[in-house]
């Protein structure tokens, strides 16, 4: 089993509404990511969870929140979003630890639109 | 300031023809990765270059690395129409568990029959 899976695949939220994003990987890995990616632009990383803990916060702004529940499961709570953060957000997991290659798998994403 | 630099950044070739995409990076590193999205999906790991002179190949892609250059290339053989996409380099830059990468900004190829 190679799949990182993402739900919703779209999501439409108002400025006001609060919202998650979920993302499962069966892979055993010990890294998991949110990128966010605009239209015609390489992604960028958000946050990295290391073995369940956080260990990169890239300057997100605080309607962002992520959460690590256990090493499988990451999930990305929304709140107050603004419409310059529509796009599409990525997960991604990798093997974590020094052992590994650092080789990204992404999930299919979650188009998210915010009026 | 720590850059990778993609070129060409768009690409329109022929069914048939050779082609090499080029990813330059500003900061030591022996680790870098070539990811390939097709329109309004998701990143697909395509290479993995751990080491100076890695060399891999994949069907009708080849990508290499050049540390001590900073460079890693792309090389596209006798392209077929399938090969469409955008490709990213991402270059990393932490080298220990947790994988910041530096991305190129991506080069759009488009490969006409």
């Known amino acids: 089993d190679t799949e990182v899976t993402q739900t919703p695949k779209h999501l439409v939220m108002g400025m006001t509404n609060k919202k998650s994003l979920k993302c499962e990987q069966h892979m055993g890995h010990r890294a998991m990511y949110w990128y966010k990616q605009k239209a015609k632009k390489p992604p960028e990383l958000m946050f990295v969870y290391s073995y369940e803990k956080l260990s990169i916060n890239e300057s997100v702004p605080s309607r962002f929140s992520p959460e690590c529940p256990n090493s499988s499961l990451l999930n990305l709570h929304l709140h107050a979003l603004q419409p310059e953060d529509s796009a599409l957000y990525l997960c991604?997991?990798?093997?974590?630890?020094?052992?590994?290659?650092?080789?990204?798998?992404f999930g299919e994403g979650s188009r998210l639109t915010v009026l | 300031e720590l850059k990778v630099e993609q070129n060409p950044l768009f690409l329109s070739m022929q069914e048939g023809k050779n082609y090499t995409i080029y990813c330059n990076y500003s900061t030591t590193s022996d680790r870098l990765y070539w990811y390939r999205q097709d329109p309004g999906k998701s990143l697909e790991s395509l290479f993995v270059?751990?080491?100076n002179g890695a060399v891999k190949q994949e069907g009708r892609l080849m990508a290499s690395l050049d540390t001590k250059a900073r460079l890693s290339t792309l090389h596209i053989t006798a392209a077929v129409h399938d090969l469409s996409a955008t490709y990213f380099c991402?270059?990393?830059?932490?080298?220990?568990?947790?994988?910041?990468?530096?991305w190129g900004a991506g080069t759009k190829l488009i490969i006409k029959p």
């Open positions: 270059l751990l080491s």
């Open positions: 991402a270059v990393d830059i932490d080298g220990g568990s947790n994988y910041q990468l530096i």
């Open positions: 991604a997991s990798s093997q974590g630890g020094l052992a590994g290659t650092g080789e990204l798998f």
